[in-house]
Nanobody, 124 residues
Framework: QVQLVESGGGLVQAGGSRRLSCAAS????????MGWFRQAPGKEREFVAG????????RYPDSVKGRFTISRDNAKNTMYLQMNSLKPEDTAVYYC?????????????????WGQGTQVTVSS
């Protein structure tokens, strides 16, 4: 079992930056690939970023590529999402998730564990 807790959400102006954190507890988090997803009202949950167990490989959808950076510190059992050049359309609840295996897939159903989410609101 892995417990995930997100933090760092809040209100930010368009063009600004925010860093989200995902603190993990339970089993060794370095055993899991991890990802960030987001969900806006009335929309499906969307993949934002993924990172492999060692942190050696990352992936992003085109919508955030070049603006968001995922990273992890396995010694601290924590994953991060640095978000720059934020846009109003980035407004959503952001979730972190963990999955075993060899990659960090973009499909939410593939993930085994989820945090409770943190709200990010970008004002124009």
């Amino acid at each position: 079992q892995v417990q995930l807790v997100e933090s760092g959400g809040g209100l930010v102006q368009a063009g600004g930056s925010r860093r989200l954190s995902c603190a993990a507890s339970g089993r060794t988090v370095s055993s899991y690939n991890m990802g960030w997803f987001r969900q806006a009202p009335g929309k499906e949950r969307e993949f934002v970023a993924g990172i492999t167990r060692s942190g050696g490989n990352t992936r992003y959808p085109d919508s955030v590529k070049g603006r968001f950076t995922i990273s992890r510190d396995n010694a601290k059992n924590t994953m991060y999402l640095q978000m720059n050049s934020l846009k109003p359309e980035d407004t959503a609840v952001y979730y972190c998730a963990a999955v075993r295996g060899y990659s960090a897939p973009s499909t939410s159903s593939a993930y085994d564990y989820w945090g409770q989410g943190t709200q990010v609101t970008v004002s124009s």
